[in-house]
C-alpha cells in the first residue's frame, strides 16, 4: 500500500509504547489526509436541494436515507454506531503498520471508532486515565520530580487536547457513488430511479485516509541519505449503516456475512494476490440485529445420479458431463429467514477507486454528445467533464503515483496520464485474475463496480474457494456462466473494456485527431486480450511446475482440464499432490528407472489412512487411472525436458537471476491450505449458534453457547497457506471437502 513519494529524513510518525499518555488512535489522528475529499468534488448545493425535495425523509444534511445524487464524487455521511461493540478479531501486520500497538486495539476509543462512533471515540481521556488517577507522587519525592511529575501532566492534557482538536475538525466519514456495468454492458435498472444516480456505497462508508511516512534504507532509496516513503491507507467501515445509495436496505452487515469477510481478506492477501485487507471484525453483544433470508438445513442440490432413468438415452460419458454441469449450476435460493447479530469489518486499501466509479463520471460527461460515431468529441468544458477529469487525476495519484501521476501533474498532460492508467490497471486486473484461478477462487459478482482500477480483490460477498473442480463453478446463485471460474478471465477483461470505455473521452478530447484516439484504443484492447491470456496461462505453467513464460506444456494444461472434469478432482488437493510428486521424484534426478504408479499412488494419497487426502470424491475407474498415469508420464517427461541445460524453463529461470527448482516453484503456486466454505460455515456457526440453530453440515456440533476460537484458528491457519503446517492442521484441514459440503444449501451454494 505504499505510494514511495520520498521525503526528507523526518521521523515518521508512530505510537510509541513509552508515551502511554497519547490517545490511542494518535497515530491515525496526526496522519489523516483525506484526499478523495480534498483533490475530489461533492454535490452542488443546487443538486443537494433538488434532490432534497423529491426525497420527503430527507433532512437535507444527515445523508442515510435513500435518495438520488446527481453529483459528486462523494456525499459527507457518518456510521450509525453498533450498540453495545465488543471487538472479535483483528489483523496484528495490519495494525503494525498503522503504527497501533496492541493496547491501543484493545483500547475503548479504537472500539468506538471501528464499530462506527467516529466522533465518541475521540472524546474519550483515555490516554489521561495514568496521570489524573494516580498523581500521588509520595512523601520522599523531590521538588524536581514533583515539577517533572507536573510538566508531565500538563504535557499530556494539551497532547491528548490537541489530538482531539486535530480529530474533531480532520474526522471525515464519506460514501461514494459509482455505476453498475456487466459483461461490459452498462445497466441503470439497479438504480431505484432508474437514471443511476442512486447507485454506490450502500453499506460501506470511509473514515478516513491516513498516510504514513515509513523508513527506506539506502538499498530501497537511490538517495545517499536516509528517506522515508509513504503508505497511503483508506479506511472502511462495511455494515455502517444507510447511506444515500443504500437502495431501500438496511445497511447493516451481519456475524455470519462479516466472519467471512474478515477471513478471506486476509487469507488473500497471505496468498499473494492483491486485496483490500481487514483490520478488524467488531460485533454488536447483544445489541443490534437484522433479518437476513437463509438456508435450513433441509435446503440441499438435488442433482441427478449417472444412473437416473431421464437419461438413460445418453452415452456414459455424456451422462457424466450432464450430471457435472447440473452440479456446479443447481443452486436453490434461500428458505428461511434468520435474526443475526450486526457486525462491521473495517477493510483497508491504498484506495477504493472502481472501474465503476469512472464509468458514472464518463457517463455523465458523454450525456451532452449527441452524436455516437467516431467523429464525436465530448466538451470539455462540462462540469460533468470536468469531474471526470478530477477522478482519473486522482486514480493516478492513489494507485500509480509515481508513474501517471508524479511525471504529469505540473504540465497538466491528462492525456499520457490516462494512457498510463490504463497500462498499469490492465497488468494488474489480468494479473489478479490470474491469481484467483491459481489458488482456485471465485469472485461471484465480478461487474465493474466490484473490480477495483488497480486489480486488487475486494467484496467478499459471494465468494468461494472450489472443492470439485467445474470451470463454470461458482457459489453465488446469480453467478450464471459469464461468472463462473474460469470465466473470470473472460469478466476481467470485460471489466478492463469498461474502465477503456470510460476513460476514451479524456483520450479522445485531447489527442490531435479522433483517428488517433481511436488507433490508441484499438491497439490496447488487443494487447489486454493478450495481456489476460498470458497472465492466465503463465499461472497455470507455475502451477505444473514450468516458468510462466514456458509455453511448452499449454498442451498438457488443455489435456488435464478435460480429466480434472471427468475424474472429479479437487482443484486444492489435487495440485498439491502432484506438488509432492515432484518433490519426491525429482527433475534432476533424470528421466532413468522411474515407476510412474508410485507416482500416481502417491497423487491419489489414500483415503483409508487419513479420512480425504485423495483429490477425487468418488474412486476412480481402472481407465481414469489409466488417462491419469499417461497424463502424469507426459508431464514429467515434459518437465525433465524443459529444465535441461538449454531448454526453456531452465533459461528462463536463470535468466531471471533465480535458481528456483520445479518442486519449488509448484509449492508456491499450489496453496495447502485455502479458505473452504465448510470451514466458514462451522466457525461462523458456532460463533453465533443463537442464529443458525440448525447445523448445514452433520459435522458441526451444535451448542448453545456462542464460541469463537475457530475464528481465530482459521486465521492462524491462513497465514502461511504454503507451508506444509503443524500435524493438527494437517489432519483437520489437508483435505478434499466432505460430500455433505457439495450439496449444503449456504455451503456448496449461496444467495
Known sequence: MSMSTSTSSATPSSSSSSSSLRHPLANLSDNFDHTWIDQLSTETVQNRLKSQQSTPRDDGRSNNVKRPVYNGHYVHVRPDPLLNPRLVIYSQSLAKELGLEEGDVHSEAFVKYFSGDVDGAFQLKEGLAEIEDGDDTGENDTNENAKESADADADAKESDQKTKNIAGKNIKTWATPYALSIMGRRYTSNCPFGTGDGYGDGRAISIGEVAIQVPQTQTQSSSSSPTTAISRYELQLKGAGPTPFCRGADGRAVLRSSIREFLASEAMHSLGIST???????????????????????????????????????????????????????????????????????????????????????????????????????DKDTNEFKELEELVWHA????????????????????????????????????????????????????ADNCLVAGRTMDYGPFGFMDEYHPLFAKWTGSGEHFGFMNQVNAGYANYAMLVSSVMPIIEAYSDTMREANAFKDEIMERGQRTFEDKLMGALRSKMGFHPEDESPDDLWADLEALLRESRADWTVFWRQLTLVAKEFPVDAGEGDVNYNDMLDLLCGNDQVKKGSSPFYEQPDSETRGKVLKWIQSWREMLVESYKEGRPSLMLTKAEGSSLTSYERMRLANPKYVLREWMLVEAYTKASPSSIQSPMLPFVVQSSEADESMVHELFELIQNPYDEGTEEQDEKYYRRAPDEALKAGGTAFMS
Open 276 to 378: 483490500t485487507r481487514a483490520l478488524s471484525l467488531i460485533v454488536s453483544e447483544s445489541g443490534s440485529t437484522s433479518q437476513r433470508p437463509w438456508y435450513s438445513d433441509k435446503n440441499k442440490k438435488s442433482v441427478p445420479s449417472i444412473d437416473d432413468p431421464r437419461l438413460v438415452k445418453y452415452s456414459l460419458e455424456q451422462r457424466k458431463q450432464i450430471v457435472a454441469q447440473l452440479n456446479a449450476q443447481s443452486k436453490n435460493d434461500p428458505d428461511i429467514m434468520i435474526e443475526e447479530p450486526n457486525a462491521i469489518t473495517c477493510r483497508v486499501a491504498q484506495s477504493f477507486v472502481r472501474v465503476g466509479h469512472i464509468d458514472l463520471f464518463a457517463r455523465r460527461a458523454m450525456k451532452s454528445v449527441v452524436d455516437d460515431n467516431d467523429s464525436s468529441v465530448p
Open 396 to 447: 493516478c495519484y492513489r494507485e500509480f503515483h509515481d508513474t501517471c501521476y508524479e511525471p504529469f501533474r505540473e504540465s497538466g498532460d491528462i492525456l499520457s496520464a490516462s494512457k498510463c492508467l490504463l497500462e498499469h490497471s490492465m497488468d494488474g486486473i489480468a494479473t489478479m485474475v490470474a491469481g484467483w484461478i491459481r489458488v482456485g477462487f471465485a469472485q461471484g459478482n465480478f461487474n
